[in-house]
């Protein structure tokens, strides 16, 4: 081939837009000719519209594939279900379902419809090299680990390519099986180096990037290159207090900052010790939204989370 494709592929944005901006930039810097979006556009971060911007011009200006992550099914089934969760509760101010609440206030119906209007699966043929699938999670389900977990194989041997590119994994990685690969390409706005441990964590030599991957066609076959971006940080965190985000999500909120300062992962740990924490104290099993805040903020100590920021 002449002039051979470069894909960039981004996943994970999860309302970074900061984030988003420098990889997009690198990228085009880069000369990348198309460019895969694997969901998870937003939740989390601050001002969701602003990467819902940033992805409608790509539509408009580039060669773009999207697909739909677990994120945009939280949308789209809270909006079906007319502003409540499947067992008709809605979602409340605070630590476990504050930023979730905070982003649907912050979307408009247009982008729900495009949210609904994306694939969980896709295969792309740019031109004629070898064809692409696309996922966030899996094939079959947004939420797929597809990390070598039972199912991950057959699940692979289904794909009708060589190469399963995702995201839903938060870190760059590449597995192998029978000829066939899965690559990750880790996560543009919430990057997740290592998982957050009781006590002070280490910060990761990867704390403040970005993370993306280029695919570039080498003969007949597609070569990752995995990249890390620098970016805004510190905007990216000062979002988080300007736009309202860390008085209605406090613990959730100071777990974001955690994760761009520290590059690891708190989000499953705190809440499940949360819940732990409370089980100790009142006998009583909740899931995470029944949790009272006082536990949010004890787990979230204990893993040397500052949240007097």
């Given at each position: 081939m002449k002039n051979p494709p470069v894909v960039a592929v981004l996943a994970d944005v999860h309302g970074n837009s900061q984030a988003l901006k420098a990889c997009l930039d690198y990228a085009g810097r880069r000369r990348a000719t198309h460019y895969l979006f694997l969901g998870d556009y937003?939740?989390?971060?601050?001002?969701?519209?602003?990467?819902m911007e940033q992805l409608y011009k790509m539509e408009r200006r580039c060669n773009c594939r999207f697909v739909r992550g677990n994120r945009e099914d939280y949308m789209v089934n809270y909006q079906r279900n007319g502003g409540r969760q499947p067992d008709g509760s809605v979602?409340?101010?605070?630590s476990c379902q504050g930023a979730l609440l905070y982003c649907y206030e912050n979307l408009t119906p247009e982008d729900i419809r495009w949210f609904k209007s994306l694939p969980v699966y896709a295969l792309w043929q740019i031109g004629g090299a070898p064809p692409l699938a696309c996922c966030h999670g899996s094939p079959e389900s947004t939420k797929g680990p597809m990390r070598g977990q039972p199912g991950t194989w057959e699940s692979l041997e289904k794909v009708e390519a060589d190469l399963l590119v995702k995201g839903h994994n938060h870190k760059h990685f590449c597995l192998g099986y029978r000829g066939k690969r899965i690559v990750c390409?880790?996560?543009v706005g919430n990057p997740?180096?290592?998982?957050a441990r009781p006590g002070l964590s280490q910060p990761s030599e990867y704390a403040k990037m970005a993370q993306m991957v280029f695919l570039h066609l080498e003969g007949e076959r597609w070569k990752p290159e995995y990249a890390l971006v620098p970016y805004d940080w510190q905007e990216t965190v000062q979002n988080l207090?300007?736009?309202?985000l860390a008085r209605r999500a406090p613990?959730?909120?100071?777990?974001?900052?955690?994760?761009v300062l520290t590059g690891t992962d708190p989000f499953g740990s705190v809440p499940a010790r949360a819940v732990e924490l409370y089980r100790n104290a009142s006998g009583v099993e909740e899931d995470w939204a029944n949790v009272p805040e006082d536990y949010w903020r004890q787990a979230?100590?204990?893993?040397g989370i500052d949240l007097e920021w």
């Open positions: 937003i939740t989390d971060h601050a001002y969701p519209q602003r990467v979602w409340k101010e605070g390409a880790g996560s997740c180096c290592r998982r207090r300007t736009s309202g613990v959730w909120a100071a777990m974001l900052r955690h994760n979230a100590g204990e893993f």
